[in-house]
């Protein structure tokens, strides 16, 4: 079978099916039924790794960065947190987020007084250029501008990829004894680099500067769970959401997570949009992270400094960080081989395996969720779910694994990966596989109801290896039937078109750890199948809108217990399968590799560096 897919592969390229221009439902599938039974405790296995809701470029097992952390004698935060009323154990500078039912451990937290070396300057590869510095109009990606960001904003909490874990930053505790009213206590003595405190009026700032409607934040969901806030000290805000929400505290180790000077921010700010067009290119004195910026030219590099005043002891280690945007995986690795590079991100199985065999320093992780292509529900054709079942059906998965990417990444049929503590094993949430029989049948009736053949256009990027993942898949679809164009264009457009609607289908990916950040993709607030309702949020950006969706990832979201969330997210995993709202490709293995020069490297929740920890000589 895959010789013969090579061979039409073959042909089909030397007749340039492929037309790409460079430049710049109703078939019911069956029916949801009861969450299987939570696997039982003692069965938990270690999740093994987390990429932001980000173009192809970024899917993130996780790989405990506890090998890399720093030698017994580095101290741990001196903080004690605990949740009234619940029975996790929570050793010193953990958060606990409620039983959720993950694995014990943490990651050790330097002060940076270990006796590592101090200065120089440490050059860092990245997919893609950030879009800008405002951190309200960030993705938040590994590897477009969450490294960068925590670099500048440092983070309230960070998140601890092997254990789910959060771990105090900025913030030192946060807790609560109901799920719907949080008390957030902030560390004293932290300020801005304008020299303005990092207090709980600048939090709360903050948080109603994302709400904002005529600002446009990406993280707007995130903010608008929150009620009101309420200032109890200087340092102490109780927060209070709008509903109950066990698994809430993680907002602010990723999307909240990066706090702004409302002194500096508003100095420029415009009145009618409530935005700081200048912070969003030359954000000077506004963070309080282990970093500022002294410069940067956009699609050349962007250079960070040494904050002295930052509040962590000896930290950081590094007197520069410059970022290199290197679109094109190959071109990004041979930089690093030559030397240009000290460390770069990477989901190219290709050079994380060469890196890895050549004895290069790597650390990796493999993801829930993972690569997709994403199609929109609302446009024609897709807003058909038949012709989503045949365009997902039509895919030879093995074989399109092998051309892309010589068969080394994973390319299993399920939502949540196997080993994840929220995969469900049952065959009803099994996702479509490669069936030629099937994908007839399917797109019989999906031209049926179109009135026409099923063609459409895909985005691509100008990845050397997104574009050949491309050609492929039209390859497989024009086997079929399918008529498919497709148009290569650079990372940003692509991304527009897709923000605005305005893409049928593209390449994309999430990293999902806690399924709880599939909330925000695929909440519709549908009345029905198909029909999205009022309160769809912006980052449901395939449209994709079922109210039996709702109903599990609200029921997720409010769970108590590891049981009551697993049996959720369960109907969640079964429906997803039956409505195809896009087409899982693979859960590819991403993260870094980096010189023998250089230590320290943790990651965080969707991967980010937290660079203030790093060292290198």
Not at 16 to 36: H, Q, R
Not at 294 to 299: C, H, N, R, V
Not at 309 to 330: H, M, N, T
Request: glycine share 8%.
């Amino acid at each position: 079978m895959k010789s013969r897919w090579l061979r039409l592969f073959a042909v089909l390229l030397a007749l340039t099916v492929f037309a790409v221009s460079c430049g710049n439902d109703d078939d019911d599938g069956p029916g949801v039924t009861a969450g299987t039974p939570a696997p039982a405790a003692e069965e938990e296995p270690e999740d093994e790794a987390p990429a932001e809701e980000a173009p192809a470029e970024e899917a993130p097992a996780e790989e405990a960065p506890a090998e890399e952390a720093p030698a017994e004698e580095e101290s741990v935060d001196d903080v004690q947190i605990t949740i009234e009323g619940s029975e996790e154990e929570v050793a010193e500078g953990e958060v606990p987020t409620g039983n959720v039912g993950h694995t014990d451990g943490t990651i050790l937290l330097t002060e940076c007084s270990d006796g590592r070396p101090t200065g120089g300057t440490l050059t860092m590869g990245m997919f893609g250029e950030i879009t800008g510095w405002d951190p309200t109009l960030i993705q938040g990606g590994a590897s477009l501008g969450g490294t960068q960001m925590t670099a500048i904003y440092d983070g309230l909490f960070y998140l601890d990829l092997p254990t789910q874990k959060i771990l105090p930053g900025l913030a030192e505790s946060i807790t609560t004894d109901d799920f719907l009213v949080f008390v957030l206590t902030l560390r004293e003595g932290i300020n801005f680099t304008d020299g303005t405190s990092l207090n709980a009026d600048a939090f709360i700032w903050n948080i109603e500067h994302h709400q904002r409607k005529e600002v446009g934040s990406q993280s707007a969901a995130q903010a608008n769970l929150i009620a009101s806030m309420d200032k109890i000290n200087d340092h102490t805000i109780e927060i209070t959401l709008t509903g109950v929400n066990a698994t809430f505290p993680q907002v602010f180790t990723n999307r909240l997570a990066w706090m702004m000077s409302p002194t500096a921010y508003q100095d420029g700010q415009d009145a009618e949009t409530g935005l700081n067009t200048g912070i969003n290119v030359n954000p000077v004195g506004i963070g309080a992270g282990p970093f500022m910026f002294e410069s940067w030219t956009q699609d050349d590099e962007a250079v960070l400094v040494r904050n002295p005043d930052y509040f962590r002891e000896g930290c950081p280690y590094l007197d520069k960080v410059v970022f290199k945007p290197i679109i094109e995986a190959s071109a990004r690795y041979n930089a690093f081989k030559a030397g240009d590079l000290d460390i770069a991100f990477d989901r190219e199985p290709t050079n994380v395996n060469d890196a890895r065999d050549r004895g290069v320093n790597t650390t990796t992780r493999t993801d829930n969720h993972g690569g997709y292509w994403m199609l929109n529900n609302q446009k024609v054709p897709f807003n058909v779910r038949a012709c989503r079942v045949a365009v997902a059906h039509a895919i030879d998965y093995d074989t399109a694994n092998e051309i892309a990417w010589k068969g080394l990444r994973s390319v299993p049929r399920q939502l949540m990966r196997e080993g994840s503590i929220w995969h469900d094993p049952d065959p009803a949430a099994v996702l479509p596989g490669y069936d030629p029989d099937a994908a007839a049948a399917a797109l019989e009736e999906c031209e049926a109801e179109l009135g026409g053949p099923l063609e459409f256009e895909t985005f691509c990027t100008t990845d050397p290896v997104n574009q050949l993942l491309t050609e492929t898949l039209i390859a497989m679809w024009a086997e079929l039937g399918i008529s498919v164009t497709a148009n290569c264009t650079e990372v940003g457009e692509m991304v527009s078109a897709v923000f605005s609607g305005e893409a049928v289908a593209n390449p994309w990916a999430i990293p999902v750890a806690d399924p709880d950040y599939m909330h925000d993709t695929y909440y519709g607030d549908s009345p029905e199948d198909g029909v999205c309702g009022e309160g769809l949020p912006f980052r449901n950006w395939a449209r994709a809108c079922s109210p039996e969706f709702d109903a599990a990832l609200v029921a997720g979201r409010q769970g108590l217990t590891y049981e009551e969330r697993y049996e959720a997210y369960s109907r969640f995993q079964r429906k997803f399968a039956e409505q195809v709202p896009v087409i899982i490709l693979d859960k590819p293995e991403t993260g870094y590799y980096y010189t023998d020069e250089v230590s320290g490297v943790f990651q965080s929740e969707t991967g980010l560096l937290l660079l203030g920890f790093v060292a290198k000589g």
